[in-house]
């Protein structure tokens, strides 16, 4: 807005995730719009809240799915880490809003650009394959679960317990180990 033409930088060391509401566009088809926007907006003021208590970024909601990055725009070694927590927080606050929404939980680490994009209503987003790679973690996970990339794995696997690994053929990417979280150590 202050006449900035290109806004982009390179970040090393970041951990994207997707969460998406399962099941909301059926939940959401006998309701009033009013209604839809009221319950969105509720669950994701509370995932605003949790975003301000962990410092991490978020990024845009996209219909019913939350996206949000630890480690931009400042450092945070701790990036994979603190975005399994905050992962691990949404699940329970989410069944607190309503017992019949559930997440499915997406995380990947690693390098992404990150920049402000268009003219009217600009946007800060992200790329790189760390972005791909988290939002299939997501379409390919499950309901109620955390699923984690081999990447974001080697960051925290001495930290949470996990499931057994799991290998997806992945969109783009062919086969992939991943790994469910079930809790913090």
Known sequence: ??????????????SVLFADISGFTEYSSNIS??????????????F??????????????????????????YENKMHAETIVE?????????TKIDKSLSLKIGISS?????????KRKFIYDLWGDTVNV???????????KIQIS???FNLIKNKF????????????????????INSKK
Do not use: C, H, W
């Not at 991490?56 to 480690?71: L, R």
């Not at 690693?110 to 268009?118: F, R, Y």
């Not at 290998?167 to 469910?180: P, R, V």
């Open 1 to 14: 807005k202050s006449g900035e033409s290109n806004i982009a930088d390179r970040f090393s060391d970041v």
């Open 33 to 46: 719009p009013k209604v839809i926007v009221e319950k969105l907006n509720n669950i994701f003021s509370v």
């Open 48 to 73: 605003d809240d949790l975003v301000d208590k962990y410092n991490v970024e978020k990024i845009k909601t996209i219909g019913d799915n939350y996206m949000i990055a630890s480690g931009i725009p």
């Open 86 to 94: 905050i992962a691990l927080d949404m699940q329970e606050v989410i």
């Open 110 to 118: 690693g390098e992404i650009v990150a920049g402000v994009i268009g």
């Open 134 to 144: 988290a939002s299939r973690m997501e379409k390919y996970g499950k309901n109620n």
């Open 150 to 152: 081999s990447n974001t």
């Open 161 to 180: 317990i996990f499931s057994s690994k799991n290998t997806l053929q992945i969109k783009g990417k062919g086969s992939m180990d991943t790994y469910f």
